[in-house]
């Protein structure tokens, strides 16, 4: 499980984005890259309490239907489902950019197919071979930000052959260690926070994991010092060997650093784990947008059709349906090359925050509740419940009027919430013609500690 958060959070956003946050923030990216790891680590802390309390596939749908009604769960559920069906989309895309480059001649939109169709395979074998992937996918991934560290570091400090030992000045001198201003680190902590999405799907997996309660405690609790060693830390690497204002925000500063370091075929390493990060995101969205989209039908929230499941436990036809978005997407990027990515990146791009902000939510209500009925369940606690969630809930306001500020940012806002719009549409038309919704969905599902959370039969 703990591999499984690494690789749905681990990917192009570190390898080739931070240059981006680089040139935005100049040093102080640290900084942008801190804060928002710590409204990451929180808010999954704050979802862990309820994964912990009663373990449930889907949670964060299933936790915002008992905290607000059913009208929560439907339009986070399918919001979030459709954030990681064109997840799917465009990593196939990404994926087909790098293959193109290896084997030119072939058409781009071939090469997604061939991407998309491999990693359909990994998921429909069943749920062991999925995370034995994903874990070799991460692993991966580790070892080659592990090698970083310790390259980078040694260059910088001085110790590493051919070194100038100019590493350390580099976070303050041209320009300071903040040349752009503060406003310009808050407006890149809003690009970083992005960048960590994929953590939560932990908890989704902890549905089908044979010690749910173990596995999230463990994973939530480690997830701290990985988003330092792999996110921070890296950061920090790259700002003390290159000088901020060098790094080309188009390429990889992971290739940079160790080309001035003066590993051979870095700008070839990098690009092969490069290509193994957007299979390993892939693969880690397939898997999760197929979870959220079972939850749904237990839910009574999508077509019963889609709930069967082979003799492996393996919901095929929740996995098929994920993949549709990725097909269409190929035969788009056949018809209009070059626009694709771009588009279905636009259309999600601020459904992460709309999550966090519907998780921290969701425990500030369900957080009251359980300590007051059942406060035994509570083996993994929110740190200084309620107020150090009221203070994630405020960084997360505070991330979300930033892109509204912003210019670039607003586009992507606009399309997400637009997202949201068109599932509350769909969820009053569900009400009106639709079977009665009802927020007892994990005590109708047999979930241990499911009265504990529901709502009053008094609440509207």
């Known amino acids: 499980m703990a591999l499984i958060a690494i690789g749905g959070s681990v990917g192009a956003g570190l390898f080739i984005g931070s ?20 409204l990451v680590f929180l808010t999954l802390r704050a979802l862990g309490e309820m994964v912990v309390a009663v373990p449930a596939g889907g949670s964060f749908s299933d936790y915002a ?5 059913p009208w929560a769960g439907f339009t986070i559920g399918w919001v979030y489902w459709w954030m990681y069906a064109v997840l799917v989309a465009a990593e196939s895309v ?57 390259i980078g570091g040694l260059w910088a400090l001085g110790l590493w052959s051919g070194s100038d030992g100019s590493g350390v000045s580099n976070l303050w001198e041209h320009g300071g260690f903040a040349p752009q201003g503060w ?23 902890a549905g089908e994991s044979a010690e749910p309660e173990r596995g999230v405690a463990s994973a939530v609790t480690n997830v701290l010092w990985r988003i330092g060693l792999f996110y921070v830390a890296s950061i920090v690497v790259v700002v003390m060997v290159l000088p901020w204002h060098t790094v080309d925000p188009a390429l990889s500063p992971f290739v940079a650093v160790m080309e001035r370091v003066g ?57 098929l349906l994920g993949t549709v978005v990725g097909y269409a997407a190929a035969v788009a990027d056949y018809l209009w090359p070059g626009r694709v990515f771009p588009f279905l990146v636009a259309s999600i791009g601020a ?28 083996s993994l606690r929110m740190w200084a419940f309620p107020y150090l969630t009221w203070v994630v809930l405020a960084g997360l306001v ?18 997400s919430v637009g997202s949201v719009v068109v599932a ?21 599902a047999g979930r241990p500690g499911a009265e504990g959370l529901r709502r009053d039969p008094a609440a509207p």
């Open 183 to 205: 406003v310009a680190v808050l407006a890149a902590t809003v690009v970083v926070l992005f960048a960590f999405g994929g953590v939560e799907i932990i908890t989704v997996a």
């Open 94 to 150: 990404a994926g087909a950019a790098i293959l193109g480059r290896w084997v030119p001649g072939v058409p781009g939109w071939a090469l997604a197919l061939l991407v998309l169709l491999s990693m359909t395979v990994a998921n429909l074998v069943s749920v062991r071979f999925f995370a034995e992937t994903e874990s070799f996918f991460s692993l991966v991934k580790v070892a080659t930000i592990v090698a970083f560290l310790l």
């Open 263 to 319: 590993v051979p075929g870095a700008a070839l390493i990098m690009e092969v784990v490069v290509f193994v990060a957007v299979l390993s995101v892939l693969n880690a969205a397939m898997y999760t947008s197929s979870r959220m989209l079972f939850t749904l039908t237990r839910q009574g929230d999508a077509p019963r059709v889609l709930r069967g499941v082979n003799r492996r436990g393996v919901p095929v036809r929740a996995i």
């Open 424 to 444: 509350l549409v769909a969820y009053a038309f569900r009400r009106r013609w639709g079977s009665r919704p009802s927020d007892r969905v994990l005590e109708l």
């Open 65 to 69: 239907r008992l905290a607000f009604g």
């Open 351 to 378: 459904i992460l925050l709309i999550l966090f902000l519907t998780i921290c939510a969701s425990q500030l209500v369900l957080g009251g509740r359980v300590r007051r009925r059942e406060p035994e369940r509570l």
């Open 19 to 38: 240059g981006a946050v680089i040139r935005m923030a100049g040093p102080a990216a640290v900084v942008s890259y801190v804060l928002a790891g710590a």
């Open 398 to 415: 505070t991330i979300f009027v930033a892109m509204v500020v912003i210019p670039d940012q607003r586009q992507a806002l606009w399309a």
